[in-house]
């Protein structure tokens, strides 16, 4: 069981940043690739971005490239997700999750474990 809690969201303007972390406990950080997806009201969950268990390699949906980073310190048990230029359609709640085999899965299949979210707020 690995818990995951988010944090780092919050109300800004566009254009401006943000930086998101999520915090793990539990089993072994660096057993698991890690994700991050966003969901706003009436909408589905949406992949935004993904890292491996080495953190050397990434992946985005086409809409952040650019403009977000995920990273992870394996040595904090966190992973990051630097949003820049902020926009807003990007309001969400950002969730974090954990992927037990491979990396890069787009579909919320693909991920055993979940934070609970981070509420973004980007006015316009």
């Known amino acids: 069981q690995v818990h995951l809690l988010e944090s780092g969201g919050g109300l800004v303007q566009a254009g401006a940043s943000l930086r998101l972390s999520c915090a793990a406990s539990?089993?072994?950080?660096?057993?698991?690739?890690m994700g991050w997806f966003r969901q706003s009201p009436g909408k589905e969950r949406e992949f935004v971005a993904a890292?491996?268990?080495?953190?050397?390699?990434?992946l985005y949906t086409d809409s952040v490239k650019g403009r977000f980073s995920i990273s992870r310190d394996n040595a904090k048990n966190t992973t990051y997700l630097q949003m820049n230029s902020l926009k807003f359609e990007d309001t969400a709640i950002y969730y974090c999750?954990?992927?037990?085999?491979?990396?890069?899965?787009?579909?919320?299949?693909?991920?055993?474990?979940w934070g609970q979210g981070t509420q973004v707020t980007v006015s316009s």
């Open positions: 999750a954990a992927q037990i085999q491979g990396w890069g899965a787009v579909s919320r299949d693909g991920y055993a474990y």
């Open positions: 539990g089993r072994t950080f660096s057993n698991y690739a």
């Open positions: 890292i491996n268990r080495s953190g050397g390699f990434t």
